[in-house]
């Protein structure tokens, strides 16, 4: 049914999302502009500009370079306590006979960085990071440009992703579209499948894993 399968990085294989959301209500609170979750929630699958321009709008006043450093800071220290993947992910990895490429709006050396610590490196014939393109999720770029990479039509491309950004990149990109939400609960406006777990996703598509 595919000739490739594309996967979200964080929140999708890795236990990401949870730290940085954490690490980033720890960083607003200490430069004095506490935030509820709810805020937090509109970061989730955004790249860094995109999230920036985000915090930038509701608080004008915030110093958004120690922000930043905070953020950063909290974030690596809950990776050095052990970066997680998510639920069948190793699994789901392990069975799949197809290519397989990750599409993430982290930048190359953070989602790299990432990958290693989990020891996934290997897995991947492509990563296309947000330096690989001129519009990051939800715009379809990311996905358009993994499905050229690797030589199949879009059309031809399973896509696992969590966020509605994601989700929405890879429709747009006209790719299959699995969305297993992480922080942020979805209708699936997005998606073809909608499922509580990678594999009960990658079953629905048709994928024998």
């Known amino acids: 049914m595919f000739d ?113 610590l989990v020891g996934l490196s290997d897995h991947f014939v492509e990563v296309v990071t947000l330096e690989d393109v001129t519009a990051a999720k939800p715009a379809p770029d990311p996905y358009l440009l993994a499905a050229a990479r690797l030589g199949v039509s879009p059309a031809r491309c399973l896509v696992f992703e969590d966020s509605e950004a994601g989700a929405e990149a890879a429709h747009r990109a006209g790719c299959r579209v699995v969305q297993v939400p992480d922080m942020v609960p979805s209708q699936g406006r997005w998606a073809h499948h909608l499922a509580a777990s990678l594999l009960d996703g990658a079953r629905a598509a048709g994928l024998k894993v």
């Open 4 to 116: 490739a399968i594309l996967f979200d990085l964080d929140g999708t294989l890795i236990d990401t999302e949870s730290l940085a959301v954490k690490a980033g209500l720890q960083a607003f609170a200490e430069v004095g502009f506490p935030v509820e979750l709810g805020f937090m929630h509109q970061l989730v699958g955004r790249d860094e500009p995109s999230g920036a321009a985000i915090i930038a709008a509701a608080y004008p006043d915030l110093d958004r370079l120690l922000l930043q450093q905070r953020w950063t800071a909290g974030f690596r220290a809950g990776m050095a306590e052990g970066l997680q993947m998510k639920a069948g992910a190793r699994d789901l990895l392990a069975r799949l006979t197809h290519p397989v490429a990750v599409v993430t709006s982290s930048g190359r050396a953070s989602a790299h960085h990432k990958l290693g």
